[in-house]
């Protein structure tokens, strides 16, 4: 799947400066940038909360003012209530009293400050994120998990490597996951994040969420994952909690004659444990075999690994052959005098790295331009011809030429002076931003011979190179990483990686197949150019053999 293109009012408490930038985004979770938006728009929100509570404390306190000044009157009247009134002016100011300044205290308790907060507050929501957010949010959370092996405690204290901000997750959080893992169906993740806000219960933390509900939906998930004793034990407890649950009287029930009905059939479950043993024993021995071959582990799995900084080691001979270097690429005028760095990142295929490559105002304004015109990063369905969202790739990404900015071009001339590579056929400059847990599972750039008309609107052929910016550090995570071969290639702010998607016959090289990481810490502002073979005939002639 391919992604392809060319060419309100002053409030009295609160002003609205963040709604024009708001306006246009949705899918909140798929842009760490755009996000940000909403924390000044919640530092607005509070700023508008303070000043209700002002106006509420300052009324309160004309209240209190007023009660003490009566209770210290009606106190010393009462004593002598006759001789009081017999004072004309104790008499007229009663009157006064009770006829006016009454109403008056009346007018001030019933006056609404709210008003302005409210006003605020309902503006601002509809530029909220949704429940969509919410939950795009969770299942990144859970994808990090997965993907870095990260156990339920270690994100609930915020332990992960590389963060600045701590962030510690309430039973509340915990429950929250568990139950977006519910209603996914996902009962592996539900029961581990259950047993992680039932275990903050058990070690006293205060909540809104009792044992009984979390309970409730552990059992149910074990169960659900064929552990029938230990949702019967859980069961037993949640009843000790509550002994007119009605669904756990129900459960508990169902699981001990579950249990009993297995008693009764041991042969067939001392059957079921050999078979379950026979598919088991291979997986241990896969483990624990060193020799196991790269290649012949599952994608998914190798990109996970690559993830992880575990991907394969290259020989000291192939290390050998990288090296790093001063580039001018065959004495470009621009580049003679100040060649750039450059350096060998891997050789099958060939990816090199340029260091220093993009100065930090130029990535800034790259960053200022793309920010306003971030959109749901899509991809092409060759099945539909259509664009569309998809849950392999979290990011929000935008286009931008020389008309936004001159600095676009001078941007795109050093690419074509490095690379030698023709940019008047190339894809516009592609800006990305990722999200929580922002990833781009393993996909090519170019177009396969089952995809004959994935950039026939464009008319310069296929992608013959990608050319990639990294625009920011990112903590944890965010690699870009090359499953078939084992590389990776870590972000590194203010340098470019670049290589050959297809080979000089025009046929596509399989192995630049490749994956964006999922961010664990940190926020990855990218950007590419798709350079296409249009233009290349003299630059990069063919090759008369098909790998040539």
């Known amino acids: 799947m391919l992604w392809t293109r060319m060419e309100l009012p002053c409030w009295c408490l609160l002003m609205m400066s963040c709604l024009p930038s708001l306006s246009a985004h949705n899918d909140f979770f798929t842009s760490i940038g755009q996000m940000t938006d909403l924390l000044y728009t919640e530092k607005d929100l509070v700023t508008s ?7 509420e404390e300052n009324k309160l306190e004309q209240v209190k003012r007023w009660a003490d000044k009566l209770d210290l009157l009606t106190a010393t009247a009462t004593q002598d209530p006759e001789g009081f009134l017999g004072h004309p002016v104790n008499a007229f100011k009663l009157m006064k009293r009770l006829n006016t300044e009454w109403g008056d205290l009346e007018s001030l308790v019933l006056r609404d400050t709210t008003d302005g907060f409210i006003s605020n507050l309902t503006i601002q929501r509809q530029y909220f994120p949704t429940d969509e957010d919410q939950t795009g949010a969770a299942k990144a959370l859970l994808r990090l998990q997965d993907t870095y092996r990260l156990d339920t405690n270690t994100i609930s ?21 568990g139950k977006i893992a519910y209603t996914d169906v996902d009962y592996y993740h539900t029961e581990l994040w259950m047993v992680q806000a039932l275990k903050q219960l058990d070690g006293g933390e205060e909540s809104t969420i009792d044992k009984v509900t979390v309970l409730d939906y552990l059992s149910y ?10 949702a019967l034990e859980l069961t037993k407890r949640l009843l000790q909690l509550d002994p007119e649950h009605q669904r756990a009287k129900g459960n508990l029930k169902y699981f001990e004659f579950q249990l009993e009905k ?5 042969e067939q479950e001392s059957e079921t444990e050999k078979e379950r043993g026979k598919r088991e024993t291979p997986e241990k021995k896969e483990k624990t075999k060193s020799e196991k071959k790269f290649s012949l582990i599952p994608e998914r799995k190798k990109y996970e690994m690559l993830c992880r900084g575990e991907g394969i080691k290259m020989t000291p001979r192939r290390q050998s052959r990288l090296f790093c270097r001063y580039h001018d690429n065959n004495r470009n005028p621009n580049y003679l005098l100040a060649p750039v760095k450059q350096q060998d990142e891997w050789d099958r295929p060939y990816i090199v790295r340029y260091l220093d490559i993009i100065s930090d105002a130029e990535m800034e304004r790259v ?25 392999y790739r979290v990011s929000k990404s935008a286009w931008l030429t020389g008309y936004d900015d001159p600095m676009i071009d001078i941007i795109n001339q050093r690419i074509e002076d490095l690379t030698g590579l023709e940019i008047d056929t190339a894809e516009e400059l592609q800006v990305a931003n990722y999200g929580v847990g922002g990833q781009y599972e393993p996909h090519f750039d170019f177009g396969r011979k089952d995809e004959p008309d994935a950039f026939k609107e464009l008319g310069t052929g296929n992608r013959i190179a990608t050319w990639l910016f990294y625009m920011s550090d990112v903590s944890a995570g965010g690699a870009t990483v090359f499953p078939d071969v084992g590389a990776a290639v870590w972000p590194m702010k203010g340098t470019a ?21 999922p961010v664990l810490v940190g926020n990855k502002w990218v950007s590419n150019k798709w350079i296409h073979e249009r233009g290349q005939e003299w630059r990069r002639p063919c090759g008369l053999s098909e790998a040539d």
């Open 49 to 55: 909360l303070k000043d209700y509570i002002r106006a």
């Open 157 to 177: 204290i915020g332990d992960l490597p590389g963060v600045k901000h701590k962030s510690h997750m309430t039973v509340e959080d915990c429950y929250e996951l």
């Open 221 to 230: 998930s074990i169960y659900q994952q064929g552990e029938i004793e230990r």
């Open 262 to 266: 297995q008693k009764k059939t041991p």
């Open 367 to 391: 960053k200022q331009l793309a920010k306003p015109r971030l959109k749901r990063a899509t991809v092409h369905d060759p099945q539909t011809g259509k664009l569309t969202t998809a849950q």
């Open 497 to 517: 990686v670049f290589w050959y998607n297809l080979f000089p016959s025009g046929e596509g090289d399989y192995s630049t197949r490749h994956a964006a990481c």
